[in-house]
């Protein structure tokens, strides 16, 4: 019965950290109109993903698993999004803008990939293991 509690627990806490991260999604792209919005939004995202929760939480045990999954699931998934980007690219693609297309896809892919390494870096200079 405590497993089904503790699920249901996770799932809410997923739920209302999804939605605040999405209304906060939401406000900034309202507030900050450029195409550049979704992109920082995003890499600010995958840098707490990475610095935050993978690279403090997880590494010093601070939280319990389920603010964890609320933190990582919910409220960073919630803030960051792969369907608007992909979204634009399919369009520049069917419009046949070749440039365009080829600078989104390696700012998306590789963008995002090096902010990741960059906040994986500075986490391991930060909260180095303990023993």
């Not at 045990?61 to 690219?89: D, E, N, R, Y």
């Not at 069917?94 to 990741?116: H, M, N, Q, R, S």
């Amino acid at each position: 019965m405590s497993q089904i509690l503790l699920s249901i627990k996770k799932a809410s806490l997923v739920f209302l950290l999804a939605a605040l991260s999405g209304l906060l999604r939401y406000t900034l792209t309202q507030w900050f109109v450029s195409r550049w919005t979704i992109p920082v939004i995003n890499f600010v995202g995958i840098f707490l993903l990475t610095f935050l929760v993978k690279g403090y939480l997880l590494r010093r045990k601070v939280v319990s698993s389920t603010w964890i999954v609320g933190l990582q699931v919910g409220f960073l998934g919630g803030l960051t999004t792969i369907a608007t980007p992909l979204l634009t690219l399919h369009e520049e693609l069917a419009k046949g803008e070749w440039l365009p297309f080829l600078g989104d896809l390696v700012l998306t892919l590789i963008g995002g990939l090096l902010v990741a390494l960059v906040a994986d870096y500075l986490a391991n200079r930060c909260f180095k293991e303990v023993v």
